[in-house]
């Protein structure tokens, strides 16, 4: 299965609900990356550009990004931005292949 970063960050008024009635998301996170057959490995708030990150696996791009659309539907972010994460033995496959090519720059 593939494993993805995903950058998030509320919205003002998902803030004022939150502290309104606080609740611990990871549990919802878990849900929905589970009903597309993938798993939650991490989930953390943070001071920064985003209000927070997960670490998710999934079993594909589709799934992934199905899960990515019906998050960003809801209406609670403003961002939730998602990174493709490669292994080592992926990359190595990568630059083994990377071999291969025969990249011209432009005006070469």
């Excluded at 609670?76 to 990359?91: D, I």
Aim: charged share 20%.
């Amino acid at each position: 299965m593939a494993m993805y970063l995903t950058r998030f960050s509320y919205t003002p008024e998902t803030w004022a609900r939150m502290i309104e009635n606080p609740e611990d998301r990871r549990n919802a996170a878990r849900s929905y990356i589970e009903s597309a057959g993938g798993k939650l490995h991490g989930f953390w708030y943070a001071f920064g550009e985003h209000d927070g990150w997960n670490l998710w696996e999934a079993p594909d791009n589709v799934s992934m990004a199905a899960v990515a659309l019906a998050i960003g539907a809801g209406g609670a972010l403003t961002a939730f931005e998602t990174t493709v994460l490669l292994s080592v033995e992926e990359t190595m496959e990568a630059l083994r292949k990377a071999k291969s090519i025969r990249y011209r720059p432009p005006g070469a």
